[in-house]
């Protein structure tokens, strides 16, 4: 099946400084949503990206879909100890369920 | 407004012993309904899925099964548990893409 990758991994930063994690995909997308799990709970939706190079802002969260719709990327800036967990994207192709990547944790060092 | 509802929140089961978790949505009528399973520190998994009361969907071959007896009810279920069927399950809901999902709180399974 269709797979999403995103990195890194894993993000250490410390609070204030600027966060961005990657969605991939070796296909084009047709939609692309990114949702935020904190330790413990469970996932909620942030976004949902349509347009080829559309940019997307909320506060401090920036998401953009990449020109060929393929990747996509979310930055935090200035981040804050509220940042903490884990970020994960999740595409569709055409008509299909979305996918899920495998997450971004994230960790605000105060 | 929609609400979701899922129950347990935590369960441990001896291996072989049955499972039914359940979910409800209130608020909406004729939501597309999810079961995922995310493994601990993983990504989410989509097990099942339902666009209609009776009408289910399997994504991975395993050792569950899901029904949706009636419009907002969806049970994700097992006759015989085993050790790999332990994970953090998440129902979900939505009624457009453009919407998102909307996830309940989640049962955190531990089969011993």
């Known amino acids: 099946g269709q797979q999403v990758m995103q990195i890194p991994q894993y993000q250490h930063v410390q609070e204030g400084e600027d966060f961005t994690t990657y969605c991939n995909s070796s296909?084009?997308?047709?939609?692309i949503q990114w949702y935020k799990q904190r330790p413990g709970g469970h996932p909620v939706f942030l976004i949902q990206?349509?347009?080829?190079?559309e940019v997307k802002k909320q506060k401090r969260l920036t998401f953009q879909f990449g020109e060929a719709k393929k990747n996509s990327s979310l930055h935090i800036t200035a981040t804050q100890t509220t940042d903490v967990g884990t970020y994960f994207c999740?595409?569709?192709?055409?008509?299909?369920?979305?996918?899920f990547g495998p997450g971004t944790r994230l960790s605000v060092l105060p | 407004s929609q609400t979701i509802h899922q129950w347990p929140a935590t369960l441990v089961q001896p291996v072989g012993s049955p499972l039914s978790l359940e979910c409800t949505v209130e608020g909406t009528s004729n939501p597309n309904l999810y079961w995922y399973r995310q493994a601990a520190g993983r990504g989410l998994q989509l097990l099942f899925y339902s666009v209609g009361i009776g009408q289910i969907s399997s994504e991975v071959p395993q050792n569950l099964s899901a029904s949706r007896p009636q419009d907002r009810q969806f049970i994700l279920s097992s006759k015989k548990l085993l050790l790999s069927d332990s994970g953090f399950y998440l129902c979900?809901?939505?009624?457009?893409?453009?919407?998102?999902?909307?996830f309940g709180s989640g049962t955190r399974l531990t089969v011993v």
């Open positions: 979900a809901w939505s009624q457009r893409a453009e919407y998102g999902y909307t």
């Open positions: 296909t084009t997308l047709s939609n």
């Open positions: 990206l349509v347009k080829s190079g």
């Open positions: 999740a595409a569709t192709y055409y008509g299909q369920n979305f996918v």
